[in-house]
């Protein structure tokens, strides 16, 4: 039994529609996947849950191209 993040394993999509203009965001992987490019604007806070202090959850990156803003979603892992 491992937890395992739906997303991350293509089991699963998920749709998300950009707050602000009703856009349909793009899925841009793990957050973990991008930590070279984002952890220096990351918090701490951020960071710590994204090091698997939770090991039951996966933060993922959505970004809209109708307003070129991004949003981290957490996804709830599932125990297989
Ligand atoms: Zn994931
Ligand atoms: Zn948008």
Same mark, same amino acid.
């Given at each position: 039994?491992?937890?395992?993040?739906?997303?991350?394993?293509?089991?699963?999509s998920y749709v998300v529609?950009?707050?602000? &203009?009703?856009?349909?965001?793009?899925?841009? #992987?793990?957050?973990? *996947?991008?930590?070279?490019?984002?952890?220096?604007? /990351?918090?701490?806070?951020?960071?710590?849950?994204?090091?698997?202090?939770?090991?039951?959850? &996966?933060?993922?990156?959505?970004?809209?191209? #109708?307003?070129?803003? *991004?949003?981290r979603v957490t996804i709830?892992?599932? /125990?297989?």
């Open positions: 039994m491992a937890w395992v993040c739906q997303i991350c394993n293509g089991m699963a529609k950009c707050s602000d &203009c009703g856009e349909q965001m793009e899925a841009r #992987g793990a957050i973990q *996947d991008y930590f070279d490019d984002y952890s220096p604007y /990351l918090s701490r806070d951020i960071t710590k849950k994204a090091d698997g202090v939770e090991h039951n959850r &996966c933060v993922h990156l959505f970004y809209c191209v #109708g307003c070129a803003s *991004d949003k709830n892992e599932i /125990l297989m």
